[in-house]
């Protein structure tokens, strides 16, 4: 059973940053693409950033390329988004998802187990 653990989320100033951490356990995860999704209430799930786990290789947003860092711990089996330079409207719930097929969609249908979620509120 794939489980997928975030944590890190919590109130910072626009402008500030924040570190979330996704810890997967399971099963191996070398074939796998993990993802960082965000949603506020009435809206669809919005794709953040992604990476393959077995080449590292990211995908970001338009909205957070430059502000966020997507890595990877394979000795932890965890995944990180370095968030800086953090804007009021980022404010939402975030949720890292895995894909065991490894394509690292940017369409949340396409990922099979999703964390719990963590909040994360920018106060202007």
């Known amino acids: 059973q794939v489980q997928l653990v975030e944590s890190g989320g919590g109130l910072v100033q626009a402008g500030g940053s924040l570190r979330l951490s996704c810890a997967a356990s399971?099963?191996?995860?070398?074939?796998?693409?993990i993802a960082w999704f965000r949603q506020v209430p009435g809206k669809e799930r919005e794709f953040v950033a992604a990476?393959?786990?077995?080449?590292?290789?990211?995908d970001y947003s338009d909205s957070v390329k430059g502000r966020f860092t997507m890595s990877r711990d394979n000795a932890q089996n965890t995944v990180y988004l370095q968030m800086n330079s953090l804007k009021p409207e980022e404010t939402a719930v975030y949720y890292c998802?895995?894909?065991?097929?490894?394509?690292?969609?940017?369409?949340?249908?396409?990922?099979?187990?999703w964390g719990q979620g963590t909040q994360v509120t920018v106060s202007s």
């Open positions: 998802a895995a894909d065991r097929r490894g394509y690292g969609s940017r369409r949340y249908e396409a990922y099979d187990y």
């Open positions: 399971g099963r191996t995860f070398s074939s796998y693409a």
């Open positions: 990476i393959s786990w077995s080449r590292g290789s990211t």
